[in-house]
Structure formats: structure tokens, C-alpha cells
């Protein structure tokens, strides 16, 4: 006890005491000997009482990068952050440290509530966390106002932004803070921000003058991997049996499927639970605090787990699901080694994932934020299909090139057949000239191919020169080598501006003919000409047509979930047969199916209609 209580007078001496270096706090406070990359500079930067804008990844250290400045500075540091289980874990660390924090949201009675405020009123605080919503409240603004502060730290700062993937009214109105206090030194960070985001949170919390302070966002350490998802349990498994004894997580999309693969675990022997919002408090707590100790070594999620977990020994992380967003991907997949030993991140990705995602996304009423996830989930995809190296496609994503392929992903370690693409790519890059920079792949798509829409007649496209110039690729072969063009950095989707394709400085010289340039040919899988009408049972469905009946089931089952139905209340088995087979690709067609009338065209005819594109693609 006398020990915890002459740490607490050590730290709480710091202030009082000029000639403590951060370098002694690093040390005698938090127990480290070297500052990582970027962190000093940071540090430092708040010290001498500017603004800093920090992206660094998961695992990069970004919170003693407030910590450390608020033991030095005069006053309280406040830590707003959204994730109360992130609050208490980062404040049982500071308590353990000596630190006097404390954090002050909505699971605090109003007795310890009250506590909290008075230690805060009395001076006995260091470091206090705060749910934005009690931030932003009037009453407490004005009692901070009477408080000296040390610094404002925003952790999660994407979560201002209209363009990123976790946007939270309540924290857009953090910009407000600004007006209050503009002498005090404002720190924001973020471990996933693509540009547009950067620029948002830079105008919405008043940063113009703020130092950017960018680290790599790679992880070189964590190899990532995708598989076509084919009976996925047992996917799982096989990935499974080479990491055993290893600590992971497990990330599903609904609580069900996450209950179902967390039982099948463990009746598999494997030390598995599951974690999703629909369990008790107290049931997640266990659950959180088991894996932290190693007493469960799998735990399978929503993405509701791992905000906040710092557990250094995660060995993989598997997506069961297609993620919605890339942000949402790299956040998860960048819990795997963060002791910066060897991880694995593996994707399973289907076709219905895609279907069903399209699907939701289309139930947004807001047509804006429609269209930002609209964006974010091409990239997602764009990323699953990619045919080079996994890591560039990821980086690039968050604004950073890599001028080498990595070595450490499937791509690499199983590189597609590659051939010389200089010419299709100039058809490309010219033909983004051509329409004036302001179509987004589709449409550029159509051009090369020489379609005859409306759209193309609308804007007199069948008069460029690049009207129906590739007829040589079908439509997913172009989509491909759009994509790669997109990964290597000769165009950019500009998110603000509906995913329109612009060139970037490096197409000049492929376009002058002053390079040429390698891609890897499509992985496209031959599909068999379209049979006629069968009304047979389903073994005598194609393998690849079978495939494609497994899929619609698995979205029949998904909505009939959601909508608390039987399956075949969706549609029955010859329906889905008959859709496999036939493979409608309009809402005429599929209104020809038996069992499908106008009524079901309304409701369901999208999601099937997708997925069946999907599977021919």
C-alpha cells in the first residue's frame, strides 16, 4: 500500500517538477525505455501547446501520445472517446501506473458520477475519459471552462467525419469545443482515415493549424490472405488445425451465425466463446476478461469485440463475413500481432456476402451516406478481388504507396499469371480523359466495351475515340485491370465526387508511352452456356450452377432470419432452382421464374438479382 502510494506522489510531482524529463515519465511512470516512431515528436508538439492531428495503426502507440503531455502540462487532460470498454481498460492502466484518471460516462451511477465530478472540481484529477455525449453537455462545457486544462485529446476522430466508416452525429458536434477553448492544445487521432476523412476531421474540429503527424500503417508482420468461401465451417477449420493453441478471434456479421460458429467450435475441442451486444454486460466482461487471460483462446464476434483490447498476442484473425468497409477491415485484422511476431488475417469472401451487403445498404433512406457506404463497399470488394499484392491494395486505400510488393500475402505467395497490360491500360487511362474525369467504372467500362444505353447516348459518348475500343476484355476483365490501376496508383476514386475515376500525376508517362506496365490477368472462372428451362430436381443442377443455388439459399436463410418467416415463405427450392439455372439477369427474366410474382419482384428481386450477377462475374 505504501508503495501505490508514493508512485501516486511520484506521478502526481511531475508537474511541480521542471527538471522531469519526458524521458524519466516514459521510464519511471509507464515502464518503457524507448519512444516509437513519431511519439516524442508528438509528445512534444502538445507539450510546447499546438494542436497535432495523429494517424498512426492499431498497436502504434497512439495513446501515450496524450498521456504522457497531460502528466506534464498544468491542469486535467480530457480524453473523449466512444468506446466505454476502451475508457476502462486505458484507466485501469493509468491507476495501475499511479495516474490518477478516471473516466465519466453513461455507466456510472449517479453516486460515482458525482464522485468523479468532485475529484475533477478538487483538482485530483490527471486524466479524465468522457463519453462525447456528456461532453457535449452545456452544463459540463461551462464547469470545464472554470477548470485549468491541459489538452483535449479526440480518440476514434473518424468518428466526426461524414465520410468515415463509423460516423457519429454526437461526435460531429465535438467541433463546438474549438469556441470554448481556444487556448488549449487539441490533439485528435485515429488509426484509419483515407483522405476525405483526414480533411473532414481536420475542418470539423478546427485543426487548420494542427501539425500532421502520419506513421506507416503498414504491419508487415501480419500476412493477409482471402479464400472464395466455400462451405466456410470447414474453412475454418482447416485454417484452424495450423494455428493451435494460438489465441484469435473470429469476426461474423450477425449474433446467430456468431453463436453457431462459436457452438461448433466447441464441440470441435476448441477453447471458444462468443461475444455479441445481444449477451449481458456482465457475460461480455467475462467473456473479454477470459481472453485477455488466456483461459479462452478463440473468441468469435461482432465487430461490437476488440475496441480497446490490448492483447499483444493475438496470432490470427478470421473474417467469416465480408466487412462492410476497409477502415472496419484494417482496424480488426491490425489486432493480430501487435507483439510484432508472425499473424495471419484470412478473409472468406462470397457472393452472397455482397448481395446481402448491397442489399442493407439500399434500406438507407439517406441517400448521401448511401452513397459513402455505397464507395466503401466496392473498395471492400475491390480489395477480395484484387489480383495484386494484398498489402499495396490496403495502403493505398489509406493514402499510402508502396513501391514494392510485400512478399507476405497470397498474392505474392501465389501470384496470379501476369502479362504485359500496356496497352489496355492506356485505353484506360485515355478513355477517363475522354469522358472528362467525371464517370465512375461502370460507365467507362461501357464506353470501351461501345454499349448502347441511354447514359452513353446522353452524354454523346459513342462519339469518343475510346467508344468501342475494347472489345478484346469482357466487362469484368476491364473492371479488373481498372482496379489494378487504382491499386498501383495511376487513378483514384474521388469518394466526394460519386466514386468518379480520376487520373493521377503518375498516368503521364504511361500514357507518353514512357513505361510499360506488368498486371496480373484476371482469375475469371469459365461459366457454361446458359441451359435451357430445367424443372428437374436439384442434383441435376451444374457444379457451377449448384454453387450458385447454395449461395441464393444462403440469402434465403439470412432474410427469412430478418423477417422472422420460414425460408420458402421467401421462395421455394424450385424457384431457387429455377434462378440458378436460368440465371435472370433483368426484372423481366425474373419475373419468368415460377413462384416469383410482382409482389416478391418488389420485395426481394434486388438482393437475387445481385447475387446472381456476382456469381457470373
Not at 474453412?235 to 488445425?241: C, D, E, K, T, Y
Not at 495450423?242 to 489465441?247: A, E, I, L, N, V
Not at 478471434?249 to 466447441?266: F, N, P, Q
Not at 469522358?435 to 462519339?463: C, M, P, T, W, Y
Request: with cysteine; net charge negative; hydrophobic share 40%.
Amino acid at each position: 500500500m505504501m508503495a501505490a502510494v508514493q508512485q501516486q506522489l511520484s506521478v502526481f510531482e511531475i508537474k511541480d517538477n521542471p527538471m522531469n524529463s519526458i524521458h524519466d515519465t516514459l521510464q519511471q511512470v509507464f515502464g518503457l525505455h524507448d519512444f516509437r516512431p513519431f511519439q516524442q515528436d508528438i509528445i512534444e508538439q502538445v507539450l510546447a501547446g499546438d494542436d497535432a492531428f495523429v494517424l498512426m495503426p492499431t498497436g502504434g502507440g497512439k495513446s501515450l501520445c496524450y498521456q504522457l503531455p497531460a502528466l506534464h502540462r498544468t491542469g486535467l487532460g480530457i480524453v473523449v472517446s466512444p468506446l466505454i470498454s476502451l475508457m476502462k481498460d486505458q484507466v485501469d492502466a493509468l491507476q495501475a501506473n499511479g495516474i490518477r484518471a478516471a473516466m465519466y460516462n453513461s455507466n456510472l451511477d449517479a453516486e460515482e458520477a458525482r464522485l468523479v465530478l468532485s475529484r475533477l472540481h478538487n483538482g485530483e484529477l490527471d486524466l479524465l475519459y468522457v463519453a462525447p455525449e456528456r461532453m457535449m453537455r452545456a452544463g459540463f462545457i461551462s464547469s470545464l471552462e472554470h477548470v485549468p486544462l491541459a489538452l483535449i485529446a479526440i480518440d476514434e476522430a473518424h468518428c466526426v467525419s461524414q465520410w468515415g466508416h463509423d460516423f457519429r452525429p454526437e461526435y460531429a458536434a465535438l467541433g463546438e469545443l474549438r469556441q470554448h477553448f481556444p487556448e488549449v492544445p487539441f490533439i485528435a487521432l485515429t488509426a484509419t482515415a483515407d483522405p476525405q476523412t483526414r480533411d473532414d476531421i481536420v475542418n470539423v474540429l478546427g485543426l487548420h493549424q494542427a501539425r500532421l503527424f502520419t506513421t506507416s500503417f503498414d504491419r508487415p508482420n501480419i500476412r493477409y490472405s482471402v479464400l472464395e468461401k466455400h462451405r466456410p465451417q470447414g474453412q475454418l477449420n482447416r485454417f484452424l488445425s495450423r494455428h493451435p493453441d494460438s489465441s484469435g478471434i473470429v469476426y461474423a456479421l450477425s449474433r446467430k451465425r456468431v453463436e453457431e460458429i462459436a457452438g461448433a467450435l466447441s464441440d470441435r475441442g476448441y477453447s471458444a466463446a462468443a461475444y455479441h451486444a445481444g449477451l449481458s454486460p456482465q457475460v461480455r466482461r467475462d467473456v473479454q476478461e477470459q481472453f485477455i487471460r488466456d483461459d479462452v483462446s478463440i473468441v468469435v464476434a461482432t465487430v461490437a469485440f476488440g475496441m480497446g483490447i490490448d492483447k499483444p498476442n493475438v496470432r490470427f484473425v478470421v473474417h467469416y463475413d465480408l466487412p462492410r468497409h476497409m477502415e472496419g477491415y484494417y482496424q480488426e485484422t491490425g489486432r493480430a500481432g501487435r507483439d510484432g511476431l508472425a499473424a495471419e488475417a484470412l478473409l472468406l469472401f462470397g457472393t452472397q456476402d455482397v448481395a446481402m451487403a448491397r442489399y442493407h445498404l439500399d434500406q438507407n433512406a439517406n441517400e448521401n451516406q448511401r452513397r459513402i457506404e455505397s464507395h466503401k463497399l466496392n473498395s471492400m470488394v475491390g480489395f477480395a478481388e484484387s489480383l495484386t499484392c494484398r498489402r499495396r491494395v490496403l495502403l493505398g486505400y489509406l493514402g499510402e504507396q508502396m513501391e514494392v510488393d510485400c512478399g507476405n500475402c497470397d498474392i505474392c505467395l501465389d501470384p496470379p499469371e501476369r502479362y504485359d497490360a500496356t496497352e489496355a491500360a492506356r485505353k484506360v487511362l485515355s478513355c477517363v480523359y475522354r469522358v472528362g474525369q467525371s464517370f465512375g467504372v461502370k460507365h467507362v467500362v461501357d464506353v470501351l466495351r461501345g454499349a448502347d444505353n441511354e447514359r452513353i447516348r446522353k452524354f454523346n459518348h459513342e462519339r469518343l475515340s475510346t467508344y468501342d475500343i475494347g472489345g478484346e476484355y469482357s466487362a469484368t476483365e476491364w473492371s479488373s485491370i481498372i482496379r489494378q490501376l487504382i491499386h498501383r496508383g495511376y487513378l483514384i476514386q474521388d469518394i466526394a465526387s460519386f466514386s468518379v475515376l480520376k487520373l493521377t500525376s503518375k498516368a503521364s508517362s504511361l500514357l507518353r508511352a514512357q513505361e510499360t506496365l506488368e498486371l496480373a490477368r484476371p482469375r475469371v472462372q469459365e461459366k457454361l452456356k446458359k441451359k435451357k428451362r430445367k424443372t428437374g430436381p436439384i442434383a441435376e443442377l451444374s457444379e457451377d450452377d449448384l454453387r450458385l443455388f447454395e449461395t441464393l439459399r444462403e440469402i434465403r436463410k439470412q432474410l427469412a432470419e430478418e423477417q422472422g418467416v420460414p425460408p420458402y415463405v421467401i421462395f421455394g427450392d424450385v424457384a431457387l432452382v429455377e434462378m440458378s439455372s436460368e440465371r435472370p439477369s433483368t426484372e423481366e427474366e425474373f419475373l419468368e421464374i415460377n413462384g416469383v410474382g410482382q409482389v416478391k419482384l418488389e420485395r426481394h428481386g434486388s438482393i437475387f438479382l445481385e447475387a446472381i450477377a456476382c456469381d457470373e462475374a
